[in-house]
């Protein structure tokens, strides 16, 4: 089944702890994306990946670190996380070009 | 600014009634404009989207849309709701040489 998985889905954590939300998609997509969502303001994006080892970063990229090593795998890495960082997080991804982005189950982050 | 603007944040129908979800964007260049549905708890999948050509287009589980380009406008319209379908709605858009710029959402109850 194609799909886009993310892991946890469900996190609560601790400021400055380090943590990885991870995304993987089984579609052999060339692009990969993270969105924060937050009631009130839609999806934004925090950062993309047109390919492997092609990073490039959207709206909202500050406290957050990604990284394409492998061409399903587009992990999403918070170093030191705060409050503000409370969010809903999703992994997308599509072929390049089609814009028809497939979106993972969602990751819930509590940071207090 | 440039921006994507749904200006129903809650919308309530009975079920069997018509619908309509405005959406409206302030680009230079007519984007490329899609509409996804948030399911409680899930991810986001497409509904349908407009590139160019005929400005009905149709997409899936009833849902269509209608591009007006004099209103710089994407609105999303089903004949007949079904309880089923209350979810949370996004209107999106690709500005030209751009990433995905997400609307706000829209909320839609259904009552019984």
């Known amino acids: 089944e194609a799909q886009v998985t993310q892991n946890p889905r469900y996190l609560i954590t601790v400021t400055g702890k380090k943590l990885t939300v991870t995304c993987s998609q089984n579609?052999?997509?060339?692009?990969m994306s993270w969105y924060r969502q937050d009631p009130g303001l839609g999806l934004r994006q925090i950062y993309y990946?047109?390919?492997?080892?092609?990073?490039d970063k959207g709206d909202v990229p500050e406290g957050y670190k990604v990284s394409r090593k492998e061409k399903r795998n587009f992990p999403l890495i918070l170093e030191s996380p705060s409050p503000n960082q409370t969010s809903l997080y999703f992994c997308?991804?599509?072929?390049?070009?089609?814009?028809?982005?497939?979106f993972g189950p969602g990751t819930r982050l509590t940071v207090t | 600014a440039q921006s994507v603007t749904q200006p129903d944040i809650h919308i309530t129908v009975s079920e069997g009634a018509s619908l309509e979800l405005r959406c409206n964007y302030s680009?230079?260049?007519?984007?490329?404009l899609f509409w996804y549905v948030q399911s409680p708890g899930q991810g986001l999948q497409l509904l349908l989207k407009?590139?160019?050509?005929?400005?009905l287009v149709q997409g899936i589980k009833g849902f269509e849309a209608e591009f007006k380009r004099s209103q710089s406008s994407f609105n999303l319209r089903k004949p007949s709701v079904h309880w089923s379908d209350a979810a949370e709605y996004f209107c999106?858009?690709?500005?030209?040489?751009?990433?995905?710029?997400f609307g706000p959402g829209t909320r839609l109850s259904v009552l019984p």
């Open positions: 680009y230079g260049a007519t984007p490329y």
């Open positions: 407009y590139f160019s050509g005929d400005t």
């Open positions: 579609m052999n997509h060339e692009y």
């Open positions: 997308a991804s599509s072929c390049q070009g089609s814009y028809e982005q497939y």
């Open positions: 990946s047109m390919n492997v080892e092609v990073t």
């Open positions: 999106a858009v690709v500005p030209w040489g751009q990433n995905f710029v």
